[in-house]
């Protein structure tokens, strides 16, 4: 009974703004099952998915679209983007994927 009405308004209103933010995560970019359970893989997996929200927020303004057309034209630009770099990666020859491009990536 120590915080004046005044405090306690604003510590639920930054309350609210944390609940706001998790389900912007969960919703808009599909953060709501993690892969890892352990506090190191949850932390990365977080970190990934705010690094990923402003990018999108970037794209977003610079290129002056609404939130859901800058989602999907980001997605289809990055996956154009990976595929042209594993083709590169391979030569042009897509039966050396597995063998050249993914084994600098996979774990020993």
């Not at 002056?64 to 020859?93: H, P, Q």
Request: aromatic share 14%; glycine share 4%; with cysteine.
């Amino acid at each position: 009974m120590e915080l004046s009405p005044k405090e306690i308004a604003q510590i639920y209103k930054q309350r609210w703004d944390i609940e706001v933010f998790f389900r912007f995560i969960k919703q808009e970019l599909y953060a709501s099952h993690f892969i890892s359970v352990s506090k190191n893989g949850i932390t990365v997996m977080l970190y990934m998915t705010l690094i990923a929200a402003m990018l999108l927020q970037v794209y977003k303004k610079l290129n002056g679209l609404g939130y859901k057309t800058a989602k999907r034209r980001f997605s289809i630009e990055l996956w154009e983007t990976l595929i042209t770099i594993i083709v590169k990666e391979c030569g042009g020859n897509p039966e050396l994927i597995n063998k050249s491009f993914f084994h600098k990536f996979s774990i020993p």
